[in-house]
């Protein structure tokens, strides 16, 4: 193939048995083993085809090799269609039901490792890494709603300065990060986080001289399973894996917020700044969220530390649940909460006076999410609290969990149990 094909997307991933989709067009799919070259679905300046399914395969896993891939150019429609990116342990050209693959031109890629699943959009800067020196690259589409597809590239070497020794396991969104502010998280949502995770984030942003980092949500196996931090100052680069200082190294249930290093919650870096999470084989837990400030939208943190100077921005309710509530999630999409509401398993309400205005107004909680708890007996708590229940389910026998929700970063904060909070 020289050194190019046609359209690519995804992988198998999940779930995949060894079966292989045929090649629709216009995708040219195929098999290279060239230093580079490029894949494209190729509709062109049209909207690639329901239904594609296309699959690469980019290497031959020679000694000391690997492969990176970037889209210059990717949008797909968000949600629906996909492009998956494996790292193969080794190729066999006979499928799993026996099949020989050599008429299809692509091998099969035995034992895949999920890289990325993407979906929508993706930054140009972003990097895949196969270190195995074997890609596989899976397009697929459903049956409406297309858009203008992508361009990937690809380059194989083996010097370290060209292809750096990290990946970005799925559902982690890595890359580089440039706005001023922003979130990143591993990706598990309301689910458990990923076994073997190895995601790597880097914070660079023009013009800033520091960046600050906050945890809103963390629960991790303690002691097999971190995010680290680093400090990329001066020249550095945060992309490099063997750049930058350690600030701090994070595992468990919670983030000891008062540690050194830490200021009113925050771990800095002068300069740029790179999270990594991984995680071991097995035991995973709910995973963390943070928020990231720059100089560019902060004041300077060694000017008023001790009065909270910086605490108006993207803070967390200050009234957090115990250490066994924290990691409780709900999404921050009302549109969400519409099936259990109907239901009549959500009453919210407002704050009153210990609402923070364009912060924190609204509390919610709910009565069939699972940190929810069973009333011993029945019993009913009195309190104070005042709210709308919406729907008429059965819900007496409930102790619901509650958050507030945090106007400016368009989430929902654990708070806790209405029976504690006068909710009921």
């Known amino acids: 193939y020289g050194g190019g094909y046609g359209s690519g997307n995804g992988s198998y991933g999940e779930g995949y048995d060894g079966g292989v989709d045929g090649c629709t067009s216009p995708c040219e799919c195929g098999f290279s083993t060239a230093l580079s070259g490029t ?20 290497g031959n896993g020679a000694v000391g090799t ?26 066999s050209w006979i499928a799993a039901d026996g099949t020989n693959l050599t008429a299809h031109g692509v091998p099969l890629c035995v034992a895949p490792r999920s890289v990325a699943i993407i979906s929508g959009t993706v930054s140009p800067i972003v990097h895949y890494y196969a270190l195995t020196g074997m890609m596989e690259v899976v397009f697929r589409s459903d049956v409406s709603v297309g858009a203008q597809g992508f361009e990937a590239q690809w380059l194989i070497d083996n010097e370290d300065e060209a292809l750096r020794p990290h990946v970005c396991t799925a559902p982690c969104a890595c890359g580089e990060l440039t706005s001023q502010t922003g979130m990143l998280q591993d990706g598990s949502v309301e689910g458990k986080y990923a076994s073997n995770a190895d995601c790597t984030w880097t914070i660079v942003i023009p013009g800033a001289n520091w960046v600050k980092l906050r945890f809103i949500k963390f629960d991790l196996e303690e002691k097999y399973d971190f995010v680290s931090v680093y ?6 680069d945060c992309s490099d894996s063997n750049a930058g200082t350690l600030l701090t190294r994070l595992s468990g249930p919670k983030v000891d917020h008062d540690a050194e290093g830490w200021v009113n919650g925050w771990i800095m870096a002068q300069g740029s700044m790179r999270v990594r999470f991984t995680s071991d084989s097995n035991i995973n837990k709910h995973g963390f969220k943070a928020v990231w400030i720059s100089s560019l939208n902060n004041t300077d943190p060694g000017e008023g ?26 999404s921050g999409d009302w549109a969400l909460l519409r099936p259990a509401a109907y239901d009549g398993n959500v009453r919210t309400g407002g704050l009153g006076l210990m609402s923070e205005p364009g912060h924190f107004d609204t509390w919610v909680c709910h009565y069939s999410h699972s940190c929810a708890q069973r009333l011993q007996g029945g019993a009913q708590f009195s309190g104070t609290g005042s709210g709308t229940a919406v729907g008429s389910g059965s819900i007496s026998d409930m102790n619901p969990f509650c958050w507030v929700y945090n106007e400016i970063l368009a989430s929902f904060d654990p708070w806790g149990h209405a029976s504690e909070l006068g909710l009921l």
């Not at 690997?66 to 190729?91: K, Q």
């Open 39 to 58: 894949i494209e679905d190729g509709s062109g300046d049209e909207s690639y085809p329901h239904m594609s399914r296309c699959r690469w395969v980019v």
């Open 305 to 330: 530390e001790d009065d909270d100077s910086d605490s108006g921005y993207g803070d967390s309710w200050p009234y957090s649940p115990p250490a066994d509530f924290q990691h409780c999630w709900l």
């Open 66 to 91: 690997r492969v990176a891939l970037w889209f210059p150019f990717f949008t797909t429609e968000t949600g629906y269609d996909f492009v998956y990116i494996n790292e193969c342990e080794s190729l």
């Open 231 to 236: 400090q990329c100052a001066g020249t550095e």
